[in-house]
T-cell receptor, first 111, second 113 residues
Framework: GQQLNQSPQSMFIQEGEDVSMNCTSSSIFNTWLWYKQEPGEGPVLLIALYKAGELTSNGRLTAQFGITRKDSFLNISASIPSDVGIYFCAGPKYNNNDMRFGAGTRLTVKP | NAGVTQTPKFQVLKTGQSMTLQCAQDMNHEYMSWYRQDPGMGLRLIHYSVGAGITDQGEVPNGYNVSRSTTEDFPLRLLSAAPSQTSVYFC????????????FGPGTRLTVL
C-alpha cells in the first residue's frame, strides 16, 4: 500500500533544544498534515500543507511541504515539556479520500 | 459543541461476539471516518463516509461494517470479533474533504479475548 515513512521513531531531548522530524513516501501527496497525539487522546492537527514548497509556522512549530511532493518536515524550536507526545504525518492518497498516517515519532522532553 | 463523541470508552469481547462502536458529531460535518491504532503503528483507515448514505472502504476494512443514515452518526460494527481486532479505535470528522482538519474522538479501547 501507499506508506508514509517517519523518522526518527523516537527522540529524547533536553528542554530548550530544537527538534526535527520528517516523513517520506514513494508516492506523491497533494496534502501533508502533521498531528500530535497525547496519551489517552485522539490526534490533534498542528499544521496543514497544501502546496509543494510551502513553509508554514504555528508558534514554535514549522513544517515544510517538499518540492518533490514526496516528503515533509516538521521542526519544533526551543522544546518545552508539554511538547511530549507522538507526532504523526498524514496525507490523503492522490486523488482519493483515503487518508494515510505515518507510524509516528515519539518525543520525550527532559526538563 | 461536544465535538466528536465515542462510546463505549472501553470494551472487552470474546471471540465471535458482535458489537457496535458508536460515533457522533454535532458540527454538521460531512466527512466521517474510522481508524484503528495498534502499538507502534500509525492510524489505519477502516471505513469512511463523505455524507449520509455514502460509505467506502479504507486501508483495512475486513471484519468491519459501517452505515451512515444521518449526518451526525457513523457507527462501526464488528460482526464476529477476532483477537486481531484488539486495538484502539478512533472516529473522526471533517467539515469538507479529507485534506481538511480532522477532529478526532477520544477513542474506544477494545480487547478481544
Amino acid at each position: 500500500g501507499q506508506q508514509l515513512n517517519q523518522s526518527p521513531q523516537s527522540m529524547f531531548i533536553q528542554e530548550g533544544e530544537d527538534v526535527s522530524m520528517n516523513c517520506t513516501s514513494s508516492s506523491i501527496f497533494n496534502t501533508w498534515l502533521w498531528y500530535k497525539q497525547e496519551p489517552g487522546e485522539g490526534p490533534v492537527l498542528l499544521i496543514a500543507l497544501y502546496k509543494a514548497g510551502e513553509l508554514t509556522s504555528n508558534g514554535r512549530l514549522t513544517a515544510q511541504f517538499g518540492i518533490t511532493r514526496k516528503d515533509s518536515f516538521l521542526n519544533i524550536s526551543a522544546s518545552i515539556p508539554s511538547d511530549v507526545g507522538i507526532y504523526f504525518c498524514a496525507g490523503p492518497k492522490y486523488n482519493n479520500n483515503d487518508m494515510r498516517f505515518g507510524a509516528g515519532t515519539r518525543l520525550t522532553v527532559k526538563p | 459543541n461536544a465535538g466528536v463523541t465515542q462510546t463505549p470508552k472501553f470494551q472487552v469481547l470474546k471471540t465471535g461476539q458482535s458489537m457496535t462502536l458508536q460515533c457522533a458529531q454535532d458540527m454538521n460535518h460531512e466527512y466521517m471516518s474510522w481508524y484503528r491504532q495498534d502499538p507502534g503503528m500509525g492510524l489505519r483507515l477502516i471505513h469512511y463516509s463523505v455524507g449520509a448514505g455514502i460509505t467506502d472502504q479504507g486501508e483495512v476494512p475486513n471484519g468491519y461494517n459501517v452505515s451512515r443514515s444521518t449526518t451526525e452518526d457513523f457507527p462501526l460494527r464488528l460482526l464476529s470479533a477476532a483477537p486481531s481486532q484488539t486495538s484502539v479505535y478512533f472516529c473522526a470528522s471533517t467539515r469538507a474533504g479529507v485534506g481538511d482538519e480532522q477532529f478526532f474522538g477520544p477513542g474506544t479501547r477494545l480487547t478481544v479475548l
